[in-house]
Nanobody, 123 residues
């Protein structure tokens, strides 16, 4: 069974940067689509970014384009989310998720999830 574990969250001031990591055990992440979602208190889980099978496709939510970058380190079985110019609206628990096919913007299409990592951006 694939297990995903996020890390790298924390407290940062607006304008700062963080890089989140999603580490997988069991199978190489290069063989799957991996996405980042986030959920703020009282809000639904929303799509942030996704990286397709073997890096074939990349997609970003409009709210994070030009600020966030998703990339993969195949050798380490890890997918990263580099977040720059952070805003208070980026405050949320960030989750990584995996699916066997092409990327999807819908959380319901992903079967494997990590436990999440908190990102808090202060103004």
């Amino acid at each position: 069974q694939v297990q995903l574990a996020e890390s790298g969250g924390g407290l940062v001031q607006a304008g700062g940067s963080l890089t989140l990591s999603c580490a997988a055990s069991g199978v190489p992440l290069s063989d799957y689509a991996v996405a980042w979602f986030r959920q703020a208190p009282g809000k639904q889980r929303e799509f942030v970014a996704a990286l397709g099978w073997r890096g074939a496709r990349i997609s970003y939510a409009d709210a994070v384009k030009e600020r966030f970058t998703i990339f993969r380190d195949n050798a380490m079985h890890t997918v990263y989310l580099q977040m720059m110019r952070l805003k208070p609206d980026d405050t949320a628990v960030y989750y990584c998720a995996r699916r066997s096919y092409d990327i999807s913007l819908s959380a319901g299409d992903y079967g494997d999830w990590g436990q999440g990592t908190q990102v808090t951006v202060t103004s």
